[in-house]
């Protein structure tokens, strides 16, 4: 919710598009403690601002887990629902099984492999990132990681999760206005900023 709130006017500002993972019908302490954005909510905003919404199961849980139709639902449900061609994988689980089921639906899988990609990307459907953390974020840390792709001409995904406008005890989570002194960087330099279906 915080991130619902907060994050799409911010990024409207800038004129930034981005990818939401939203998870179906997760269980709310799977999450966060935080109240949940249902996915209408999300769904309205994110034609509104221009946003992509991203496949991310329909419980949360982790693809590895789950039988062949177990799989096969949570990979077909939500590319229905959220009309998505593109997968974040639940935890960056996956495996040659899920990534081989999952490249039947969609263009591309979002992991959490570590690092830059190059364009076009060698395996759309393994794509690394830089995954933000309360432990890992500080605006020189994303505005080098920043830098750093565009002199090299790489592709830069940041991910973050829980976005809020006061500092949390949660781990996967980031103050809006750190994130808004990392848009006032990359704004400023000659990146090409989009979705991961725009890029690819």
Not at 98 to 127: C, F, W
Request: aromatic share 8%.
């Amino acid at each position: 919710q915080a991130v619902y709130d907060n994050v799409f006017t911010l990024l409207a500002e800038y004129g930034v598009r981005a990818v939401f993972a939203i998870p179906l019908d997760p269980p709310n302490n799977q999450i966060s403690d935080e109240r949940l954005a249902s996915v209408k909510d999300w769904q309205k905003a994110a034609k509104q601002y221009g946003h992509e919404l991203a496949a991310h199961g329909i419980s949360h849980r982790s693809f590895l887990s789950l039988s062949a139709k177990e799989l096969e639902q949570e990979l077909h449900e939500t590319k229905k629902i959220l009309s998505a061609t593109t997968i974040v994988y639940p935890g960056g689980a996956h495996n040659d099984n899920v990534v081989s089921a999952a490249k039947k639906q969609y263009i591309a899988g979002r992991t959490v492999l570590h690092g830059l990609e190059n364009l076009p990307p060698k395996d759309p459907m393994r794509l690394h990132t830089i995954n933000f953390t309360k432990r890992n974020f500080s605006v020189t840390r994303a505005n080098t990681h920043a830098f750093r792709a565009c002199i090299q001409n790489k592709w830069l995904i940041e991910t973050y999760h829980i976005v809020d406008t006061k500092p949390s005890g949660l781990v996967h989570s980031t103050i809006i206005s750190d994130l808004e002194a990392h848009l006032d960087f990359i704004t400023s330099l000659p990146l090409r900023i989009g979705t991961i279906a725009e890029i690819l």
